[in-house]
């Protein structure tokens, strides 16, 4: 019998209707068409497990159509060029392409990792997919805008990671994925995410000893608190901060 480890990036597959699991893009079918459209949007699933991940095990499964859209789970993409790393984070709705070069340069010696925080499961977008899915151009045309989107999300990223103030870039990077991802409540906003020092080391482009260090003085200022399992934002969102504007 093989060991759990040995089936790192070798994800199990099952069908399930791409609108029906994700509700934001049926949304963006007229209501007259989504019973029609919602069989037709019928896609393979890969499950991906928690860790290490090379996508281009399975990329040539999506070549053709729009890609992998994410289902459920959260990843980190790492891009780095010697001891230097840039990251972003990855979650539902968000659309990959691994079959095109992700990160690396033939002039320059970058290199693209992938590590799965939170199982992954990805519906698999092929050639066949979007052809059935040409009959509700809107799918397509929403598709687009996430890319779009995600693009926008990299570069406010960029503009954060560049901060000088290492405890002001994290409390800029933690509301900036508080809106994405966080909950209101009485005592502050949540995030549920496994953000690790590690990975908010990489996503603010620092040292993960400062990391440590700035968070600590975050939590004595009462910005944040770590509980069970979530970060906890306090106050206000930082009244100056990168704008995204539009493309």
Known sequence: MESAGSFLGRPTAEI??????????????????????????RARVLRVPRGEWDPSERAEEARGGHGFLVLSGLLVRRVGITDHV???????????????????????????????????RLAVLDRRWSARMCAFPEVGIELTARAMLRSRRLAVTLVIAAHPRLDERLDLLLWELADRYGTVR?????????????????????????????????????????????????????????VASGV
């Open 16 to 41: 399930a209707s791409v609108l029906e699991q994700d509700v934001d893009l049926a949304e963006a079918v007229a209501p007259a068409q989504r019973e029609k459209a919602a069989p037709l949007s």
């Open 86 to 120: 840039g990251a972003e984070l990855l979650g539902p709705g968000d659309l990959l392409r691994p079959l095109e070069h992700d990160g690396e340069q033939v002039t320059l010696p970058f290199a693209a990792t992938w590590r799965v925080l939170e199982a992954l």
């Open 186 to 242: 009485r005592d502050g906003v949540h995030l549920p995410l496994p953000l690790t020092h590690d990975v908010l080391a990489e996503l603010a482009a620092a040292r993960r000893p400062s990391v440590s260090t700035a968070l600590g003085r975050l939590s004595r200022a009462g910005r944040l608190e770590r509980r069970s399992g979530a970060w906890v934002l306090h106050g206000e969102p930082p009244s100056e901060g990168p």
